[in-house]
C-alpha cells in the first residue's frame, strides 16, 4: 500500500508544526519586567565542564553531620521527620543538640570504602553536605569554633573524602545551606535596624567560609546550595547575584544550581521574567518530571531519597522503601527527559552505611556495569513515548536505548520513528543479539522479547536514521 502525495504533505507539515512547537517550548520567555538581579543568561551552558557534568546522568548524595548521632530519636520518642531537622523538634533540646558535637567520633569512617562503593554503584559525581542547618562544619574551618576540629575525632572530614572520590574518578559537589541555627547573626527575617545589621555580618561570614571551600578543596566542580527560603535571603538579591559570580571568579567552570539566587522582587529558581537563575534546574526533589515541557529544555537534576522522606540517617525507615529496580526506572526516566539523577544515602553516626543502601548500591552498581551505555551521555531523543518505559539518546548519535521498564504480558515492544526516519537495527545491550522486529505500519514497529522471566529493566539498542522510511503503507481506510 502507498501513501499518496497529500498524504505526504500531510505528514510533512505535521511533523513541522511538532518542531515549530518544540523550538516554541524551547524559546526563552520575553522579558516583561526591568531587572538587575534576574537571570545572565539565556539557554543551557556549553563549555567543557558543564558538558562533563551533563554527561554524568548518575550521582550520590550523603547527608551526615551530628544528626546521625541521634538518629531520629531522643529520650525514647521517634521523631517522624527528616533525622537532619531534629533539632527544630519540640521533642528535643536546643541545647542537648548543639553539644552532640562532643560525642562526633566516627571510628568507622573510610573514605576510600565510601568512594570505592559509589563508584562500584556507577555514580560519576557526589555530592557532601559540608554544613547542614545545625551550623556543625565537617571541616575545620577558621571562622567557627563549631567544627569537626572541636570533636573527639578532630580530623578534617571532607579533605580525605575530596581526595578519595577523585582518585576514584568521581567528581565532588559541595553542599552548604544558608541556614545557620548556630550562628548568632542568622536571622529569618529583618524585623529591625539590629537584625539587619547583624544579617550583614552573617552574609560575610557565608562569603567567607564558601571561599575558605574552593580555597582548601580546589579540585570541587560545584555548590550545591540550600535554606534559601528565608524571608532574609529572599529579599536580598543583590547579594546572592553577586556572590554567585564571585564564586565563579573565583573558581571558573564552577557550577552552581538554580537554588542561590533570588531576584531584586524575590523570585527563587527562575526570575520575575521567567528565566532560569543558575546553571541548572534544581527543583526536582523526590519527585521527577513528567515530560520534557516540564523542564523547559534547561538542565536539571533529580534527588532521591531511598525511604520516603529520609535524608540524614534515621534509625527507623517507615513507609515505603524504593527498590533497586524502582530507583533504576527513576534513573532511565531522568535521563530520557536530559537530567541527572542523584541517589541519596545517610551514613550512620560511627561512619559506616546501613545494609540496606549497600545493598541498593550494589544491586544498581550490577546493572549499571552491564547497561551504562544507556545512560552516561544519555538525553531526550525525541521519540513518542510508550508504555513499557523510556527512550534515550546517545548524545546528537543516531543510537537510541531503549530501557523497558514494564514487559507487556504479550512480550512486543511498540516503537514509533519520526517521520523522514526509518529503525535501521535493534540489539539486545547485554546480549548483543539481535531483536526480531516486525513493521507494522509507517514508522511503526513491534520488537519481540525473548519469553523468559526478567528480574530487571532490559536495554535495547536501536540505530535509528534520518531518511526514507522502510516499507510502503497506506493509511487505512473505510
Known amino acids: 500500500m502507498i501513501f499518496n502525495k497529500k498524504s505526504r504533505i500531510f505528514i510533512t507539515g505535521v511533523s513541522l508544526l511538532f518542531s515549530l512547537q518544540a523550538a ?55 521523631y517522624n521527620g527528616a533525622a537532619e531537622w531534629i533539632r527544630s523538634w519540640k521533642e528535643m533540646p536546643h541545647e542537648a543538640y548543639d553539644n552532640l558535637y562532643k560525642q562526633f567520633n566516627p571510628a568507622g569512617y573510610n573514605p576510600q570504602q565510601w568512594a570505592r562503593q559509589a563508584k562500584d554503584m556507577g555514580a560519576r559525581y557526589m555530592i557532601i553536605t559540608t554544613k547542614h542547618h545545625d551550623g556543625f562544619c565537617l571541616w575545620p574551618s577558621k571562622y567557627s569554633k563549631y567544627t569537626v576540629a572541636s570533636t573527639p575525632w578532630k580530623k ?23 541556614i545557620d541555627w548556630n550562628h548568632p547573626d542568622w536571622r ?15 552574609k560575610v561570614f557565608v ?27 529572599k529579599t536580598d538579591g543583590a547579594f546572592s547575584d553577586e556572590l554567585e559570580q564571585y564564586l565563579q571568579s573565583l573558581h571558573p567552570g564552577l557550577i552552581i544550581g538554580s537554588r542561590l539566587r533570588a531576584d531584586e522582587k524575590g523570585a527563587r529558581h ?16 523526590r519527585k521527577l518530571p513528567e515530560k520534557i515541557e516540564d523542564v523547559h529544555h534547561n538542565d536539571w ?55 540496606e543502601e549497600q545493598q541498593l548500591a550494589a544491586q544498581i552498581g550490577q546493572w549499571m556495569k552491564t ?38 504480558v504479550s512480550g512486543y515492544l511498540r516503537v514509533k520513528i519520526p517521520p523522514q ?44 536514521k534520518k531518511g526514507k522510511e522502510r516499507g510502503e503503507f497506506e493509511k487505512a481506510r473505510t
Open 421 to 464: 526516519q526509518s529503525l535501521q537495527s535493534a540489539t539486545g545491550l547485554e546480549s548483543g543479539q539481535p531483536i526480531p522486529t516486525t513493521q507494522t505500519g509507517r514508522n511503526e514497529y513491534l520488537l519481540q522479547l525473548e519469553n523468559k522471566k526478567y528480574d530487571a529493566p532490559v536495554v535495547i539498542q536501536l540505530e535509528v
Open 301 to 355: 537534576e533529580g534527588v532521591m531519597t531511598i525511604p520516603e522522606n529520609q535524608w540524614g540517617y534515621h534509625a527507623r525507615w517507615t513507609g515505603h522503601i524504593k527498590t533497586a529496580n524502582e530507583l533504576i526506572e527513576m534513573l532511565a526516566r531522568s535521563a530520557s527527559l536530559g537530567g541527572n539523577f542523584v541517589i541519596n544515602f545517610g551514613p550512620k553516626a560511627d561512619g559506616t552505611y546501613r545494609a
Open 371 to 408: 547497561n551504562g551505555a544507556a545512560i552516561y551521555g544519555g538525553g531526550y531523543a525525541g521519540l513518542e513515548k510508550q508504555d513499557w518505559g523510556y527512550y534515550i539518546r546517545k548524545g546528537n548519535t543516531d543510537t537510541v536505548y531503549m530501557v523497558v521498564c514494564n514487559i507487556p
Open 188 to 202: 529569618t527575617s529583618l524585623k529591625t535596624k539590629e537584625d539587619t545589621v547583624a544579617y550583614g555580618r552573617f
Open 207 to 233: 562569603k567567607n567560609q564558601l571561599k575558605e571551600l574552593l580555597t582548601k578543596y580546589p579540585t570541587v566542580k560545584g555548590f550545591w546550595f540550600d535554606g534559601t527560603w528565608d524571608e532574609s535571603w
Open 24 to 78: 516554541a517550548a524551547a524559546a526563552p520567555p520575553e522579558d516583561t519586567v526591568s531587572l538587575q538581579h534576574g537571570a545572565h543568561r539565556s539557554g543551557n551552558r556549553t563549555d567543557a565542564d558543564m558538558e562533563r557534568w551533563r554527561s554524568h546522568r548518575l550521582g550520590q548524595f550523603i547527608h551526615w553531620g551530628l544528626y546521625a548521632i541521634p538518629g531520629g530519636e531522643w529520650n525514647g520518642k521517634v
Open 270 to 285: 527562575f526570575d520575575s521574567n521567567g528565566r532560569l537563575m543558575g546553571d541548572y534546574e534544581q527543583g526536582w526533589e
Open 156 to 178: 578534617d572530614i571532607i579533605g580525605p573524602m575530596v581526595e578519595a572520590y577523585n582518585k576514584e574518578g568521581i567528581d565532588v559537589v559541595l553542599y552548604f545551606s544558608i
